[in-house]
DNA sequence: TTGAAAGCGGTACCAT
DNA sequence: ATGGTACCGCTTTCAA
């Protein structure tokens, strides 16, 4: 911006100077707040950041993934907490790259943090050219470390063990498994099947992966299997799935929990207003907030020891459906 | 970055000329991808836009607001396909910025549109702040326009109006209609009581707003005291909190819909699960593909005659509740 | 207290 | 095809 040539305008310096500096006099102070009003003069965050040689930005991958709404509440809290934190929040849709590329067009925006849930296989050398364009912080929430980033256990395992080592304490052998047929649920579902798979090793129980699409028919279908597949128990992913697979079940005459017990996850209130109501697993997440502080602490420490932490605690909700 | 030493590398005034230019031989394009990738070459997006004068940002204000999976759906989507189209969308939580505020703070990024889904209230002043700063598209959604936006119709009042005719079509005319107490969703609850006043306007039917929270504490004391209310209907909100206040209505002996009919919105694939199945009002919301064109479409021609576009289109589905 | 100038990284244009 | 340079808006530093 040109310095205007009206007198009444303060000098443009200045502007930059009365954030940091203390002895600018009241009204200076006011004439730059209102000639800035007046003017219309808003600050460049670019050439600010160009010149600092560095941004407040936090980037967050996402992908096309449909989650539920304990997932989304934790991320708007999360970004609400970041933003108090002074910093700006840029949610990058990363759809359809692999790793290396998206690494380098996140690094464009050279982010003084990464934070990545896992959307994108970030590798060793992504994460090397993100540190090497700035990145303070990169950050992954999953059960596989990267090297070089700071990674979070959320660790999907933990459902699905616990929902199976439920379902064989209750004295079921024959456990199904659900796997969503929908695109970008493997993430979840993959390490709650191999969750349920360790929990049943050592006994005689046995897993059985079943594949289920989200649709009304696919859960008719594959509950008019039900007598064949000969289950006595089935863990279905989440409680949404739950519960329409239990319809489904009921719709086909299995008796439950007589017949077979069902479990989901998540424990949304709807799933207590079946009848029989649903046994599932509760998710306590870590706040948003506290992992916006543990963002920021590394951003100001970036090689401090790292820290343990444990975003996911699950619990057993044991009701009538099991 | 400084040109460097070494004589393998490229020039790197070269760097920019690649993308551009068609007459760069071969080799040479290959010399600059590879020095690119070994040194870790990454452009700084801040110093592009800052010399271009322009960016390719995206701004999308998000507030707290816990909403459905079909708008999650929609917004997925929408940024997805803006990506395709080469912008960068960053998604800036707004929570508690009054309209001016926020205007300023989005206009720091210089975004080249800014797309607000009426989270934040946006005056004429601030949609000026923002064009004055280089935002050649600001798109309002909602029912209201802003002077020297875009806007977009969403008309929450529709769905309300739709579910409410039904009901009185059916011979309802005492309606109840929920107002969910859970903050953040006044945006939605609001046009839906009101649409449905509108559609009882001129009849002798009743409208009746009852406030609900999303707890099954909160349903079964608004069921205990359903028979004072007299109602002969109830239109929930949407699906969740239908399928909530149903389950109360039955567990406190009222009859559906013998005694009362009962309504949702959105469509839920789990309140087809319940007995008897819910009735509700379907939304079809505009692909947020063509949300991302018309985006693009108005950055590169922001003077164009300002298109009528509907984003949504209700429906009544009629089951068995009402 | 105020003015002037350098420089962040990339791009566009100049002259070679 | 290549080297040189000015400039985008802001912050910092040094000089007046």
């Known amino acids: 911006m040109k310095p205007s040539k009206s007198s009444k305008s303060p000098r443009w310096a200045t502007v930059s100077y009365v954030p940091t500096a203390v002895r600018i006099s009241e009204p200076t102070r006011r004439r730059v707040r209102q000639a800035a009003e007046e003017l219309g003069y808003v600050p460049h965050a670019a050439a600010r950041s160009l010149r600092a040689g560095h941004t407040r930005i936090v980037l967050l991958p996402t992908a096309h993934v449909p989650v539920g709404p304990l ?18 929040v840029v949610q990058y849709g990363s759809t359809g790259l692999d790793g290396d ?30 540190k090497r364009s700035g990145a303070r912080a990169v950050i992954t929430l999953g059960p596989r470390p990267v090297e070089g980033a700071h990674t979070l256990a ?33 993430m979840f579902s993959g390490p709650r099947l191999e969750g349920a798979r360790t929990a049943a090793a050592g006994t005689d129980a046995v897993i059985e992966p079943l594949a289920l699409a989200y649709t009304e028919e696919s859960a008719a279908a594959l509950a008019s299997r039900w007598p064949a597949l000969g289950l006595d128990a089935v863990f279905a992913y989440n409680d949404e799935y739950a519960m329409l697979l239990m319809r489904a079940l009921q719709d086909a005459g299995v008796g439950i929990p007589g017949d077979t017990a069902v479990m989901g996850a998540d424990d949304l209130l709807l799933g207590g207003l079946l009848r029989p109501r649903l046994s599932t697993v509760r998710i306590a997440m870590e706040t948003g907030q506290r992992l916006a502080e543990l963002v920021d602490r590394v951003v100001r420490d970036p090689d401090g020891a790292p820290e343990r932490h444990d975003l996911m605690a699950v619990r057993v909700v044991a009701r009538e459906s099991t």
């Open 154 to 186: 959320m660790d999907q395992r933990d459902v699905g063990a616990s929902a199976c080592a439920h379902l064989l304490e209750r004295g079921h052998r024959r456990i199904g498994v659900v796997v969503p047929e929908e695109p970008g649920l493997e």
């Open 71 to 88: 997932y989304s509440r934790f991320l708007d809290e999360f970004q609400w907490s970041l933003r108090r934190l002074d910093y700006t």
């Open 101 to 130: 590329e998206a690494a380098r067009a996140w690094a464009e925006l050279r982010p003084v943090a990464v934070v990545s849930f896992g959307e994108v296989a970030l590798t060793p050398h992504g994460v090397d050219v993100l």
